[in-house]
């Protein structure tokens, strides 16, 4: 084995992530006989990459524990058909039979892919409030969690990046925008005041771009959306009103 292909080994896997799975112990281990049997060709190379790379996929904050991943486990491995009680974005509880396809690990949340109506759909895995096995299904053969994944996550993505609008705001704050909206922000060229700029904005919905023109304040101007300028008043007043009302 070639020492590049040996240092893939050795980084590839995310030990919290495994973890989650009911894994971790086990990939510790065949990282510790990995290492021991490292030949001594190797081994300053070895030991140079472990004290100057970590793989640590968690985002900064996310919730403890998954109660309802290992079953959801079992379930993809079985090829079970699962029945639960998932959470919508929105707040709201409905019903679901799912047929078990896979679990995607992204950003350190997991999400689990099931196939109902017809079509494989997304689920985060923290959403489910429960989940009980039911029977058994044939799994179609055809679908291939590796392929279907990056094409549908590109699609979520475009979707997710729906709601257009302009802002001006001035250039030193194009960072703190570009924060808020990783890779949804096009700088187009100066705008009428000195130091500002005109970005090109897309998001998920009104709601988040109201709280990012929110966030921003007296630092920005929104440009060519009446409707989100309308919105953003009528969030001021409310606010305004709420707060007032505190004795």
């Known amino acids: 084995?070639?020492?590049?292909?040996?240092?893939?080994?050795?980084?590839?896997?995310?030990?919290?992530?495994?973890?989650?799975?009911?894994?971790?112990?086990?990939?510790?281990?065949?990282?510790?006989?990995?290492?021991?049997?490292?030949?001594?060709?190797?081994?300053?190379?070895?030991?140079?990459?472990?004290?100057?790379?970590?793989?640590?996929?968690?985002?900064?904050?996310?919730?403890?524990?998954?109660?309802?991943?290992?079953?959801?486990?079992a379930a993809v491995w079985e090829d079970r058909v699962i029945e639960g009680d998932y959470q919508s974005w929105d707040g709201g509880s409905k019903a679901v039979r799912l047929e078990a396809y896979g679990l995607?690990?992204?950003?350190?949340?997991?999400?689990?892919?099931?196939?109902?109506?017809?079509?494989?759909?997304?689920?985060?895995?923290?959403?489910?409030?429960?989940?009980?096995?039911?029977?058994?299904?044939?799994?179609?053969?055809?679908?291939?969690?590796?392929?279907?994944?990056?094409?549908?996550?590109?699609?979520?993505?475009?979707?997710?990046?729906?709601?257009?609008?302009?802002?001006?705001?001035?250039?030193?704050?194009?960072?703190?925008?570009r924060g808020i909206a990783p890779g949804r922000v096009d700088v187009v060229g100066p705008w009428d005041r000195p130091g500002w700029v005109r970005a090109d904005v897309r998001l998920g919905s009104s709601l988040y771009a109201e709280l990012v023109v929110l966030g921003l304040g007296r630092q920005c101007v929104i440009l060519d959306n009446p409707e989100l300028s309308r919105a953003v008043i009528e969030r001021c007043r409310d606010c305004l009103s709420a707060h007032e009302e505190v004795p």
């Open 1 to 73: 084995m070639k020492e590049a292909e040996l240092r893939t080994l050795l980084v590839a896997g995310d030990a919290r992530l495994l973890d989650d799975l009911g894994w971790g112990k086990e990939y510790l281990e065949s990282q510790r006989k990995l290492r021991a049997s490292v030949p001594r060709r190797f081994e300053s190379g070895v030991e140079h990459l472990r004290q100057r790379l970590v793989i640590d996929s968690r985002w900064w904050w996310h919730e403890a524990g998954e109660p309802n991943l290992e079953a959801l486990q």
């Open 104 to 177: 995607v690990a992204k950003a350190g949340l997991w999400y689990f892919v099931g196939y109902r109506d017809g079509e494989w759909r997304t689920y985060r895995v923290s959403r489910f409030a429960s989940v009980r096995l039911s029977g058994t299904f044939a799994r179609d053969g055809r679908f291939d969690l590796s392929v279907w994944w990056p094409a549908h996550a590109a699609e979520f993505a475009g979707e997710m990046a729906g709601f257009h609008f302009s802002l001006g705001l001035p250039e030193d704050r194009v960072r703190d925008l």
